[in-house]
């Protein structure tokens, strides 16, 4: 009761009606709003999308497999006479010619009998000139039966084994002179020397008795590099030959592509110049082998790469950007923009990357128009506002 007088206090009082009215007038209008519908959101435009038709042109199929390098030539230098190593004459690692000087074995044993084969071929020609001289005394005075037949025949004979023994000491004396070259040990190719496995000071044997490893040499320039491909690819190349489309890598150097560690494109370009004769029956592969110039002999044996062969004849295909193939489950799609702005997927088969860009061989026309940017934001049926890739973008 009393907060009901109070308010009709309020009210009476002239002052305070102004206040009442205005508060009123508001609350009647608040009301009155929550009468009112809410207002429906605009609908929302469609998604830009960016979108390019393939890039046509020539391309031509590579095979890529992993090879491993390996030297064309590699020696195992080891000692071909027995003896005290007295020097080394190469630098651990280094760059060899041919004919280069590595190791020197003390000389001066071979030295001392290459001079008594010396001596013997000596006395050994001296013998078959007296029994040359011998033979002809006695062909003379036989014609006047001063000697009988049988002097004749013994001089004759003693001539023979005198020119016999010139032979034997020949070769002796041929055998020191070699083992006397064979003291200083040459480079028989160029390439890089590996380390020196016997220092000085130490005794090396000769070929005879097990001959001692010194080092190793390898050649650079060129360079091998093989392969294994598997027996599907050998056959599909294999029938390109038959139909005329690629030649065969037996009796034709095809162009291969090398792509080293850590690059993305290749660097280097070589030919095949061997394919084995038969698969491997363990892993059903076929080794193939390329040559590969190597000038600055950066390229050391037992390094990988990635070896890009030849798989086709030119031909005439459609290419898109990689980014713009999606995968659905098991196969690959692009998606399309119609000609009412609308999206379809399309199934494609694709085959390999050239130049930067994805071949697409089936599922494809030239004038489609493929989303290449904006693919999360396009949807199978709805509607899309495409634009063409900004100048310079590089999509198609």
Known sequence: MKSHVIADG????????????FVAIAIGAGLTGCDKPAQQPAASAPPPVTVAQPTKRTVTDWDEFTGRFEAIQQVQIRARVTGFVTGI????????KTGDLLYVIDPRQYEAIA??????????????????????????????????ESIVDQRRQQLESAQAAVLQAEGALRRAELDVEFTK???PIDGRVSRHLVTVGNLVQGSESGATLLTSIVSLDPIHVYFDMDESIYLRNNQLWFEGKRPSSRDTPNPVQIILSGETKPSREGTMDFLDNRLDVGTGTLRGRALVPNQDLSILPGQFARVRVIGSAPYEALLLPDTAIASDQSRKIVFVVKSDDTVEAKPVTLGPIDGGLRVVREG?????RVIVEGLQRARIGAKV???????????S
């Open 10 to 21: 309020f009210w009476r009082s002239g002052r305070n009606r102004p206040l009442l009215m």
């Open 89 to 96: 004459e190469f630098k651990d690692g280094a760059f060899v």
């Open 115 to 148: 001079e008594q084969a010396r001596g013997q071929l000596l006395d050994a020609k001296a013998k078959a000139e007296l029994a040359e001289r011998e033979l002809a005394r006695a062909q003379q005075l036989i014609k006047t039966q001063a000697v009988a």
């Open 185 to 187: 040990i040459k480079s």
């Open 364 to 368: 494809l026309a030239p004038d489609d």
């Open 385 to 395: 506002a495409p634009h063409a890739p900004k100048a310079g973008g590089g999509k």
